[in-house]
């Protein structure tokens, strides 16, 4: 069992930057790769970023890439968002997840989420 905390979310105006962060307790973090997800209302929950297991491989959606970062630290069990540039289009509740696989963007895969945090994007 893993549970997930995530923190940093908040209103900025568009061209702005936030960092989320995911804090994981329970099983052993490094076990997992982790992935964030956004979720606009009305819309279904969008991949955003993953990471693997080391950090030592990312991926990213289309519509992030460029802007936003994904990492983690190990030793603190805590994955990152760093999201920069940011758009009115990005205004969605935003979770971190956990998976045992790699490479996968789909939400069905992952097997623990937090409990997820607004990030609101200003015009």
């Known amino acids: 069992q893993v549970q997930l905390v995530e923190s940093g979310g908040g209103l900025v105006q568009a061209g702005g930057s936030l960092r989320l962060s995911c804090a994981a307790s329970g099983r052993t973090f490094s076990s997992y790769a982790m992935g964030w997800f956004r979720q606009a209302p009305g819309s279904e929950r969008e991949f955003v970023a993953a990471i693997s297991w080391g950090g030592g491989r990312t991926y990213y959606a289309d519509s992030v890439q460029g802007r936003f970062t994904i990492s983690r630290d190990n030793a603190k069990n805590t994955v990152y968002l760093q999201m920069n540039s940011l758009k009115p289009e990005d205004t969605a509740v935003y979770y971190c997840?956990?998976?045992?696989?790699?490479?996968?963007?789909?939400?069905?895969?992952?097997?623990?989420w937090g409990q997820g945090t607004q990030v609101t994007v200003s015009s």
């Open positions: 997840a956990a998976t045992e696989l790699w490479g996968t963007k789909w939400p069905t895969k992952y097997d623990y």
